[in-house]
């Protein structure tokens, strides 16, 4: 008998299957008739007509694609107003569209290091951060989660000349915030660039939904470099790195993410656009979507979160599976956690607030986590 070189994908799903971590995937219609606390769009924007249609007018004007790299036809003058404009509102001198966050993270990470640098990343970053630090060739040494002295400590025992520090703004499962002031500090004093992805912080966090970086005073930094994603709060997809035009230059330059990528398709560059002047013109979006998060908190049993991500820890993958699934029943949708996600025996449901969410919606919203919760903390 031939020998399947695949049979091992059984065997290893037998055993996620064990152990509660199967996925399957879960197609919505468009028209899904539940309460939403599990996308992320935290500002509603994703279905908003003024979005929809600068996404319909740039894809009328431009076409479905953008044709090639951004080096060869794939930048567009929509392209351009997108970076100006995006990189303005956040304070930063200059701004680099990648096709996702993940690209914009693989691409920032990867050529701002190398083989002579060190990377420090937090315990808890994202997977993009992750994966940009293996492809990156440096020497990266994990922090743990939120602890400057830690960081200060790697950084001054390292012998690379140069050095990054890379962390979250706001944490994509916990919701907390990284202490941005005390990283550029240990980063100012060290030598080293601080990266900060800012996927969960902009629109959220900061004056008029500028980030965290902003709030914190710390944009337009020249060692501070910040990426964002288009696809949260800005209900659109894409990406971007705001940052010294330096820094810019280097990305179009050897960012390997970039350079080798197709360009932002015109529809969601139009569309994250449009939802950049939403957001610049009604400020109230980015504080009901923390009042939001303070109500949905307080009928979880957790404390009120900094951000639009509110954390309720469950324990073990089937507990939070069933909690899910009950929610969805009852007619809310929520995020569900598990490794390697998050760490072992911290399976959670990961509910995200709406800015859009009606009275109606949050009291229902509400009820039911009060009573799915109840019955899985029994």
């Keep these: 008998m031939e020998h399947d070189p695949l049979a091992w994908l059984d065997e290893r799903a037998a055993q996620r299957k064990a152990a509660g971590l199967r996925r399957r995937l879960r197609h919505r219609p468009p028209d899904e008739r539940v309460v939403d606390l599990a996308s992320n769009d935290y500002l509603g924007l994703a279905r908003d007509p003024r979005v929809v249609d600068g996404a319909v007018r740039a894809a009328r004007e431009w076409g479905a694609g953008s ?85 200060d400590v790697l950084l001054a025992t ?36 601080l ?53 810019v230059d280097h990305l179009v330059d050897s960012a390997r993410s970039f350079i080798f990528d197709t ?4 529809a969601s560059a139009g569309a994250a656009l449009a939802a950049l002047r939403v957001l610049r013109a009604e400020p109230w979006r980015q504080r009901q979507v923390l009042d939001v998060a ?8 957790v404390p009120a979160p900094p951000s639009a991500v509110v954390s309720v820890i469950l324990g073990e993958p089937e507990v939070a599976v069933a909690a899910a699934r009950e929610c969805l029943r009852m007619g809310v949708r929520v995020g569900c956690f598990r490794p390697p996600s998050v760490p072992a025996g911290t399976s959670r449901l990961r509910l995200t607030a709406h800015a859009g969410l009606s009275p109606s919606e949050l009291s229902m919203a509400r009820e039911v986590l009060s009573a799915v919760l109840a019955g899985a903390r029994a």
Excluded at 160 to 183: F, I, M, N, W
Excluded at 220 to 235: P, W
């Design 263 to 266: 360009g932002l398709a015109p």
């Design 294 to 301: 303070a109500a949905l908190a307080s009928a979880a049993g």
């Design 158 to 193: 390292r012998h690379e000349r140069r050095a990054l520090v890379v962390t979250d703004s706001v944490s994509s499962a916990d919701g907390d915030l990284a202490p941005l002031r005390e990283l550029h500090a240990v980063c100012r004093a060290r030598g080293a660039v």
């Design 195 to 247: 990266v900060v992805d800012e996927a969960h912080g902009l629109g959220v966090r900061g004056d008029g939904g500028r980030g965290l970086v902003a709030e914190v005073g710390l944009a337009g930094e020249r060692d501070v470099v910040t990426t964002v994603t288009l696809s949260k709060a800005l209900g659109a997809q894409g990406g971007a790195v705001l940052a010294s035009r330096a820094v």
């Design 67 to 151: 044709t090639g790299s951004r080096l060869v036809t794939g930048s567009t003058t929509l392209h351009a107003a997108l970076e100006d404009e995006l990189a303005a509102f956040c304070g930063a001198p200059a701004g680099l569209v990648f096709s996702t966050g993940y690209t914009a993270n693989l691409g920032a990470v990867a050529a701002l290091s190398g083989r002579d640098a060190l990377i420090v990343s937090d315990e808890l970053g994202h997977a993009s951060l992750v994966d940009a630090c293996r492809l990156s060739r440096a020497r990266v040494q994990v922090a743990p989660h939120n602890d400057p002295a830690t960081v």
